[in-house]
């Protein structure tokens, strides 16, 4: 069975920073990409941040110049650093991983971002 545990969530005020985590399964062998996405109330998911096994890295507009997500191969782990965060970032955020068979899902964790 696939397990992805997300860390890192939690309450921040705006312009402060956040470290997210996602470990996947040591058997999940073959990793394409890691990344996550984020949901906040009433909007549609949408990308935050992906890398793949070669270090290549995309990011959703939004997040451009703020963000930066990096990846450990030997752990199965991808990073989300997280700075300058505004109101607009809260959302449950989710890991993603990819591989040749089929896509996985973390269960998310919340960030929360006061004014």
């Known amino acids: 069975q696939v397990q992805l545990v997300e860390s890192g969530g939690g309450l921040v005020q705006a312009g402060g920073s956040l470290r997210l985590s996602c470990a996947a399964s040591?058997?999940?062998?073959?990793?394409?990409?890691m990344g996550w996405f984020r949901q906040a109330p009433g909007k549609q998911r949408e990308l935050v941040a992906a890398?793949?096994?070669?270090?290549?890295?995309n990011y959703g507009d939004s997040v451009k110049g703020r963000f930066a997500i990096s990846g450990d191969n030997a752990k199965n782990t991808v990073y989300l650093q997280m700075h300058s965060l505004i109101p607009e970032d809260t959302a449950v955020y989710y890991c993603?991983?990819?591989?040749?068979?089929?896509?996985?899902w973390g269960r998310g964790t919340q960030v929360t971002v006061s004014s």
């Open positions: 993603k991983v990819e591989n040749p068979y089929s896509d996985y």
């Open positions: 040591e058997h999940l062998l073959q990793i394409n990409s």
């Open positions: 890398i793949t096994r070669d270090g290549r890295a």
